[in-house]
């Protein structure tokens, strides 16, 4: 269990440096929200959250409220099974723009390239010019961790 949610926040090793890294959305021009280059930002974003050997600032920055889930996720990548999903990835089979500002995404989260969740569903949010790992969907894999409303789970989760 905590390795899905190691996938899914954590995972960085605490011995690397936790700078932030600028996203190039963040220096360019907003993602488009509609058509194929939509659906390539989206999926982009979506791998990345879930890439562990990306910073976790980076991760945390597409996911939104990214900050309010931050310690939880920090928490998570200090485990054993954090320092583990490292190797986690996610794979995006399909995207559907459901609206400029939202789009419903099929996944599945992997370690070491063994697929962990399969035939997941998620949403992505457009939020300031970047689509984002919407806050229902993370706390829907924190959910598989720990029951709504556990003081283990950020405070947006647990509502």
Known sequence: GCLILAACGGGSPSAKPASPTPSASATAAAEPTSGPAAVAAITANWKTVFNGKAPIPRRLALVQDGSQVAAFVEAQAKTSFGQAATGSTATVSLVSITSPSQATVHYEVLLL??????NQVGTAIYLDG????????FCGLAYLEYPKGSAKLPAVCRS
């Open 113 to 118: 390239g063994t697929p962990l969740l399969k």
């Open 130 to 137: 970047i689509w984002k790992v919407a806050i229902a969907s």
